[in-house]
């Protein structure tokens, strides 16, 4: 915040929003006091003015009045009844004069008037021989003796006095009010800003204990920044606590997935090498089993760190590679690494074409490992049946299938059926296959086809044609 104090900025936000409200208040105080007071100064004048103009009415009468005057020219004549009145000649002398024998200071705008003469009176601000202030009108004469000037004066003590007596009302009725909305703001600052309070509270506390199951009561149905504000806090700390749980359950069971393997391994090269140790070597057909066991366990392993680090990649790190695929390339490559794996089972193929928004790599996998599934539980010679068409994908195996009761289970990580223990695998597959098909805005489904087997269906949203302002493979 540029322009704006350090000081300032240091303070708590309930003291610069109560210091922000008064320092408003006080402007628009200020605003309205200086006006009024102008205002009523305004008045105030005018009301002298018209007297004063009132004061020399008729002007024939007065003219006469002067005339008679000036013949003698006294310094201290009187009779006129006026507060102050005096007559200015051209050269500045004062003729006429009453009020006591004080006389009105003649300023230049006196001289002005008798210069320009004509018929209009000047209203204007003097001050007698005293120093008092004066209310003063000159109006031109035309005398026996020359161009001359009527200077008619009021004092303005009394209505220098109301103006004086306004300005200290203003004054303190401004203080009141700044002081009566700094307190108010403080107290609205206070009561607006004690869900941030609350939410400050919060978050210290997750950060000091790492409890994330802490929420903050908030209004369903408002729509104010502190609603939503408290409502996103909360379903923040719901998916953080949901996320670590999650990563705790998968630390947990990759932890019990790999003792296996590692068990199996560090028992199989723990005998190989007490043979070596020993110089009791084992029998050829041992030796080549043992050898093929550790082959085998290593592959599951590699296989199975895979499938964690496809887990554990962030959203962000996958949204960046999505692209346009051609769904019957995908579901072809597939079909070459599938059969390379079954050679003995027969896998047809009927792909329709199908353009969807995926990252490549991941959905080839997803793929591959849907019919991974089914070559591991198809019968020798068994057939394999694959269709695309209208986005649909469905893989139709002639296996054993899987046991209703087991069905909602089959995309949990690390669920496998008692079935399927004894085969390899991490347990991982179908999971990845229900994610990788989710973020691509589709879905899939494991159900148990007519006659035996088991049918896997993925539906994923894309056209029969590539979009013709983006070209196939390019976001």
Not at 300 to 314: F, M, P, W
Not at 386 to 398: E, F, I, Q, S, Y
Request: charged letters at 25%; aromatic letters at 4%.
């Amino acid at each position: 915040m540029r322009g704006v104090p350090r000081r300032f900025r240091a303070l708590p936000i309930r003291s610069r929003l109560a210091l922000l409200v008064a320092a408003a208040v006080a402007f628009g105080v200020a605003a309205v006091s200086v006006t009024c007071w102008f205002i009523v100064q305004g008045k105030l004048y005018e009301q002298v003015d018209k007297d004063l103009a009132q004061m020399v009415q008729p002007p024939e009468r007065i003219a006469n009045q002067i005339n008679n005057v000036l013949a003698v020219c006294p310094e201290e004549a009187s009779g006129f009844g006026t507060t102050y009145f005096q007559v200015v000649k051209e050269d500045g002398t004062v003729c006429v004069n009453t009020f006591a024998g004080r006389k009105v200071d003649v300023s230049g705008t006196d001289k002005k008037v008798i210069e320009n003469g004509g018929d209009k009176g000047v209203f204007h601000n003097g001050t007698d021989e005293n120093g008092d202030a004066v209310r003063v009108l000159t109006v031109p004469l035309a005398t026996s003796q020359g161009p001359a000037a009527l200077v008619v004066a009021t004092p303005l003590k009394s209505t220098e006095s109301t103006l004086n007596d306004l300005a200290l009302i203003l004054l303190l009725v401004s203080g009141i009010g700044v002081l009566g909305a700094g307190a108010a703001g403080l107290a609205v600052a206070r009561a607006g800003l004690r869900p941030v309070d609350k939410l400050t509270e919060a978050v210290e506390h997750v950060a000091r204990t790492e409890d994330l199951n802490v929420r903050i009561p908030a209004d369903e149905d408002s729509e104010d920044e502190i609603a939503r504000l408290s409502r996103s806090f909360n379903s923040m700390t719901s998916s953080l606590a949901s996320s670590r749980e999650l990563q705790q359950q998968l630390i947990a069971d990759a932890g019990h997935e790999l003792r296996t393997p590692l068990t199996s391994l560090r028992t199989n090269i723990e005998l190989l090498t007490r043979s070596e140790e020993t110089g009791r070597p084992l029998p050829e057909a041992d030796r080549k089993a043992l050898l093929a066991s550790v082959k085998a366990q290593m592959t599951e392993l590699a296989a199975l760190i895979g499938d964690l680090q496809e887990l554990s990649r962030s959203e962000g790190q996958r949204g960046e590679r999505v692209q346009v695929v051609p769904m019957a390339d995908t579901v072809e490559s597939a079909l070459r690494r599938a059969r390379l794996r079954g050679p003995e089972l027969t896998i047809t193929a009927d792909l329709q074409p199908w353009y969807v928004r995926a990252e490549p790599t991941a959905l080839e996998r997803a793929v591959v490992n849907i019919l991974d599934n089914a070559v591991k539980f198809s019968p020798e010679g068994g057939t394999i049946e694959v269709r695309l068409a209208n986005g649909v994908l469905t893989v139709r195996d002639h296996g054993p299938g899987i046991p209703a009761e087991e069905l909602p289970y089959v995309f949990d990580r690390f669920w496998r059926s008692p079935g399927a223990r004894a085969l390899p695998g991490s347990g991982l597959g179908l999971s990845i296959v229900a994610r990788t098909v989710q973020e691509a805005g589709g879905e899939v489904t494991l159900a148990r086809a007519e006659g035996g087997g088991t049918v896997a269906t993925v539906r994923l949203p894309g056209a029969p044609t590539a979009p013709p302002e983006t070209p196939p493979g390019v976001l």
